[in-house]
């Protein structure tokens, strides 16, 4: 009976044991790590910028409902249609549906003229369909339901081209005479326009309007001085506006610097700008003036460019950075940086030990530093190295759990 009682205090004392060491071993870590990423830090001066572009504000009096030939930031032609006018709304989405079935149906009668399937890469035409669906997923996270229509029929047709790949499916034929019919009723269905809204200039269309149009100018930009931005006040915007033409391929980029830094730049110059648009990281431009002030130490740097797209003619202002440098190499915690023996490096983890390494770093922070991406068969920092950013006693060689 004794003996029992004392087995059970041992596989208690066991359990105990065995279950104290699984909650310490969860809880505490002798080391804490991250990887070594990829990554291009750049070295700049930063500016508040407002945006300066020729634009003609577009209106229409006309009664009923519009439907918009052009989506944001798509050219137009003189004289060309910016939207036609139907008396209902139900026309508009008429119209919209036509569009989509144009779309869906060229697309098919690709997929059914592409006869080298034995060519075709599988993996390709996954990773198609992995990204369109991705890119839609993401557009959706972000509130952009606008282009929802339009991932949605990219993923469809990338899905269409993988099943005549994989011979899921080889004959579109039903499938294609069911949109055709449609597209026919609809077409006959669909009143005519009542009229339409022209343009007498051209560029680049835009259906909003902020009040900037006839405040900021491409022909004023001597008169743009501090005081001028500093004082920079809307317009109100016409109620019957239906959107604006941006008129000119030259447009500006206005910003307040100190004098002293507006020294580092003369006319004709040519730089890189770093912005906060997913369209357009970056922009190429060259100064055109700087406009000092009389009164204070302040100028206004005026930067000219020529790229443009349907982000760039829509806003008006965004935080860029002049790029001075960019500096390209493996990312790190500066909390991971270490000195030993004269010589600075991390500890990285290899197996159960870690080991010192060398870094030669090319750019710091206080948050993060970037190493020289070093190709050598010694030990240097790798690309997905797992960097120690904490832990006691390291030394070269220790074993770690």
């Given at each position: 009976?004794?003996?029992?009682?004392?087995l059970?205090?041992?596989?208690?004392?066991?359990?105990?044991?065995?279950?104290?060491?699984?909650?310490?071993?969860?809880?505490?870590?002798?080391?804490?790590?991250v990887?070594a990423?990829?990554?291009?830090?750049?070295?700049?001066?930063p500016i508040n910028?407002?945006i300066?572009?020729?634009?003609k504000?577009?209106?229409?009096?006309?009664?009923?409902?519009?439907?918009?030939s052009?989506?944001?930031?798509?050219?137009?032609?003189?004289?060309?249609?910016?939207?036609?006018?139907?008396?209902?709304?139900?026309?508009?989405?008429?119209?919209n549906?036509?569009?989509?079935?144009?779309?869906?149906?060229?697309?098919?009668?690709?997929i059914?003229?592409?006869?080298?399937?034995?060519?075709?890469?599988?993996?390709?035409?996954?990773?198609?369909?992995n990204?369109?669906?991705?890119?839609?997923?993401?557009?959706i996270?972000?509130?952009?339901?606008?282009?929802?229509?339009d991932?949605?029929?990219?993923?469809?047709?990338?899905?269409?081209r993988?099943?005549?790949?994989?011979?899921?499916?080889?004959?579109?034929?039903?499938r294609?005479?069911?949109?055709?019919?449609?597209?026919?009723?609809?077409?006959?269905?669909?009143?005519?326009?009542?009229?339409?809204?022209?343009?007498?200039?051209?560029?680049?269309?835009?259906?909003?309007?902020?009040?900037?149009?006839?405040?900021?100018?491409?022909?004023?930009?001597?008169?743009?001085?501090?005081?001028?931005?500093?004082?920079?006040?809307?317009?109100?915007t016409?109620?019957n506006?239906?959107?604006?033409?941006?008129?000119?391929?030259t447009?500006?980029?206005?910003?307040?610097?100190?004098?002293?830094?507006?020294?580092?730049?003369?006319?004709g110059?040519?730089?890189?700008?770093?912005?906060?648009?997913?369209?357009?990281?970056?922009?190429?431009?060259?100064?055109?003036?700087?406009?000092?002030s009389?009164?204070?130490?302040?100028?206004?740097l005026?930067?000219?460019?020529?790229?443009?797209?349907?982000?760039?003619?829509?806003?008006?202002?965004?935080?860029?950075?002049?790029?001075?440098?960019?500096?390209?190499?493996?990312?790190?915690?500066?909390?991971?940086?270490?000195?030993?023996?004269?010589?600075?490096?991390?500890?990285?983890?290899?197996g159960?030990?870690?080991?010192?390494?060398?870094?030669?770093v090319?750019?710091?922070?206080?948050?993060?530093?970037?190493?020289?991406?070093?190709?050598?068969n010694?030990?240097?920092?790798r690309?997905?190295?797992d960097v120690?950013?904490?832990?006691?006693?390291?030394?070269?060689?220790?074993i770690?759990d």
């Amino acid at each position: 009976m004794r003996e029992h009682k004392a087995l059970k205090v041992i596989i208690c004392i066991i359990a105990i044991v065995f279950v104290g060491h699984q909650i310490y071993s969860s809880a505490y870590k002798p080391i804490t790590t991250v990887s070594a990423e990829y990554y291009t830090a750049v070295d700049g001066f930063p500016i508040n910028a407002t945006i300066v572009r020729e634009e003609k504000i577009i209106t229409s009096d006309m009664s009923g409902t519009l439907h918009f030939s052009l989506s944001d930031g798509e050219r137009v032609a003189k004289n060309g249609t910016i939207a036609s006018v139907y008396s209902d709304s139900q026309a508009s989405v008429t119209v919209n549906r036509i569009e989509q079935l144009k779309s869906r149906i060229s697309d098919i009668e690709e997929i059914q003229g592409y006869n080298d399937v034995e060519a075709a890469d599988i993996a390709l035409a996954n990773n198609k369909v992995n990204n369109s669906l991705n890119k839609m997923l993401r557009e959706i996270a972000t509130g952009n339901f606008s282009s929802v229509e339009d991932n949605s029929a990219e993923l469809l047709t990338n899905i269409s081209r993988r099943q005549m790949i994989t011979g899921e499916q080889t004959d579109f034929s039903a499938r294609l005479s069911e949109l055709k019919s449609e597209l026919d009723g609809l077409n006959k269905s669909l009143p005519q326009p009542i009229g339409s809204i022209k343009t007498d200039v051209s560029g680049y269309f835009v259906s909003g309007v902020d009040g900037y149009e006839n405040v900021l100018s491409c022909s004023n930009i001597e008169q743009i001085t501090p005081e001028y931005l500093n004082e920079l006040k809307q317009d109100a915007t016409p109620q019957n506006a239906i959107g604006k033409i941006v008129s000119d391929y030259t447009w500006y980029i206005v910003a307040n610097i100190k004098i002293s830094d507006s020294l580092k730049y003369k006319v004709g110059d040519e730089l890189t700008l770093k912005t906060t648009l997913k369209s357009t990281p970056e922009l190429n431009v060259k100064v055109e003036k700087i406009n000092a002030s009389k009164d204070t130490d302040i100028a206004v740097l005026v930067l000219a460019c020529q790229q443009m797209n349907s982000e760039l003619a829509s806003i008006r202002k965004d935080s860029m950075t002049i790029i001075n440098n960019t500096y390209t190499g493996l990312k790190i915690p500066t909390k991971a940086l270490r000195f030993q023996n004269d010589k600075t490096g991390v500890f990285v983890r290899s197996g159960m030990m870690v080991k010192f390494v060398g870094v030669n770093v090319i750019y710091r922070t206080d948050e993060y530093i970037v190493c020289e991406q070093q190709i050598s068969n010694d030990d240097v920092l790798r690309l997905y190295d797992d960097v120690v950013v904490k832990g006691k006693r390291l030394y070269d060689g220790k074993i770690v759990d």
